[in-house]
């Protein structure tokens, strides 16, 4: 099925420890995107991709690491969560000029 | 820095009304988009203008934008409940159109029956 899909759904970790969150997207659009949404805060841009192998950071990206070996594949790793990384993780994908399409997200809790 | 705002925060409006939900962004920019979510659900993509004067309608929502005052506008016409969502703005400043998005704070919006 054509879309945009992120796993896990949910995810709940400990403090210090390595997660990876996946987002995969069919459409072979070149932009792809990592937001994470907060209560006061809305929607901030973590880091995004213009293109395979090519990424740049946004807004927030402390502490977070990307990867896009493939056009398709945009996954997020947090190197060592921290509570305030407890967030709503929302992938994107688009092409210029044409409306993005955001993923289902991912609501991470770090304990 | 690039700031984006909308105003109101909140609005409670009563079906069959209209309203205007205002979009100022602080740089100049002719991209911009807007989103609906609904709680707990993720982002819908909704309209996105890409020139001074653009104009888009889908349904009772109508859009526009007017970079030279750097101010968009989401009308609602003759409101709906199924219309009860948050609405986000979004700018693109990058003039490269890299899609680099900066989100205003949202607009939660409640229609009442």
């Known amino acids: 099925d054509a879309g945009i899909t992120q796993s896990p759904r949910y995810k709940i970790t400990e403090t210090g420890r390595q997660v990876t969150l996946m987002c995969h997207q069919t459409w072979s659009h070149s932009y792809m995107f990592w937001y994470r949404q907060d209560l006061g805060h809305g929607l901030r841009l973590i880091y995004y991709s213009a293109a395979a192998d090519i990424t740049d950071k946004g807004e927030v990206p402390d502490g977070y690491v990307v990867s896009r070996s493939k056009t398709e594949n945009f996954p997020l790793t947090l190197e060592s969560a921290t509570r305030s990384q407890t967030s709503v993780y929302f992938c994107?994908?688009?092409?210029?000029?044409?409306?993005?399409?955001f993923g289902p997200g991912t609501r991470l809790t770090v304990t | 820095e690039l700031k984006v705002e909308q105003n109101p925060l909140f609005l409670s409006m009563q079906e069959g009304k209209n309203y205007t939900i205002y979009c100022n962004y602080s740089?100049?920019?002719?991209?911009l988009y807007w989103y609906r979510q609904d709680p707990g659900k993720s982002l819908e993509s909704l309209f996105v203008?890409?020139?001074?004067?653009a104009v888009k309608q889908e349904g009772r929502l109508m859009a526009s934008l007017d970079t030279k005052a750097r101010l968009s506008t989401l009308h609602i016409t003759a409101a709906v409940h199924d219309l009860s969502a948050t609405y986000f703005c979004a700018v693109d400043a990058s003039n490269f159109g890299n899609e680099k998005l900066t989100f205003g704070t949202g607009t939660r919006l409640t229609i009442i029956p």
């Open positions: 740089t100049t920019s002719d991209r």
């Open positions: 203008l890409l020139s001074n004067g």
């Open positions: 994107a994908s688009s092409t210029s000029g044409r409306l993005g399409y």
